[in-house]
């Protein structure tokens, strides 16, 4: 079946730092590739989406690349905030084993803290 | 703004009591989920529903079971609650599940079974 791998956390970085988390995926399809970001108390919300390879996602700084090659989804920022702190989750979209609605597989999340 | 309203943000019963968790959104989305969050596991998905009284599983749905008997609200059911299903419980809502996978979620039910 679909998963998703994402790197070990929890992530610590200074503000300022540079971000890459990393995620690889397996999927029979072709799948639709997310990252959702989870903030303290809050449930998920969506940071960005790519629907097809090669296309480059990106919000509030945050970009990542569909690689359909290397079958990852790796998020990054040029300059990270303490208010970026948060768990953050990729995630893949593809027909579920039912055939029907699309469904969406979670990796296992990154808790990043970023210090000031 | 999208809602989607989770009725407890704590709640805390026994073994073997039944549990109701209760969601509603106010988007007139036709998808509704349930996930369980767990540390190191991320979410894995309960069940769904694509349309009022119809319900599928998903990766994790022993023990538990839903009602969706009205378009804005999916509830979820623990039949008879074990400590095992002592967990945070995300729910979700979609518009359509054709590509455009934008979830909307609730802040989630922190559920303790003692």
């Known amino acids: 079946g679909d998963s998703v791998t994402q790197m070990e956390g929890p992530v610590t970085l200074s503000e300022e730092a540079f971000l890459t988390i990393n995620c690889t995926y397996t999927a029979t399809g072709y799948p639709s590739l997310f990252w959702y970001v989870q903030y303290p108390g809050e449930g998920l919300q969506l940071l960005l989406k790519?629907?097809?390879?090669?296309d480059k996602g990106s919000n509030k700084g945050f970009e990542a690349t569909y690689r359909k090659e290397t079958t990852s989804f790796h998020l990054e920022k040029g300059s990270v905030q303490v208010s970026d702190s948060a768990v953050y989750f990729c995630a893949l979209s593809d027909k579920g084993s039912s055939g029907s609605a699309r469904q969406l597989t979670f990796g296992s999340g990154t808790q990043l803290t970023v210090l000031p | 703004d999208v809602k989607v309203t989770q009725s407890s943000r704590y709640l805390v019963k026994r073994t073997g009591e039944k549990v109701f968790l209760e969601c509603v959104q106010d988007?007139?989305?036709?998808?509704m989920f349930w996930y369980r969050q767990d540390p190191g596991l991320g979410l894995r998905l309960i069940y769904f529903?694509?349309?009022?009284?119809?319900?599928e599983k998903g990766d994790i749905p022993e023990g538990y079971s839903v009602s969706r008997e009205k378009k804005e609200r999916f509830s979820l059911i623990l039949e008879s609650a074990s400590t095992n299903q002592t967990s945070m419980y995300l729910c979700?809502?979609?518009?359509?599940?054709?590509?455009?996978?934008?979830?909307?979620f609730g802040s989630g039910t922190q559920l303790s079974v003692l």
């Open positions: 988007m007139d989305h036709e998808n």
């Open positions: 529903s694509y349309d009022v009284k119809m319900k």
């Open positions: 979700a809502s979609v518009k359509d599940t054709g590509g455009d996978e934008k979830l909307f």
């Open positions: 790519a629907t097809k390879a090669d």
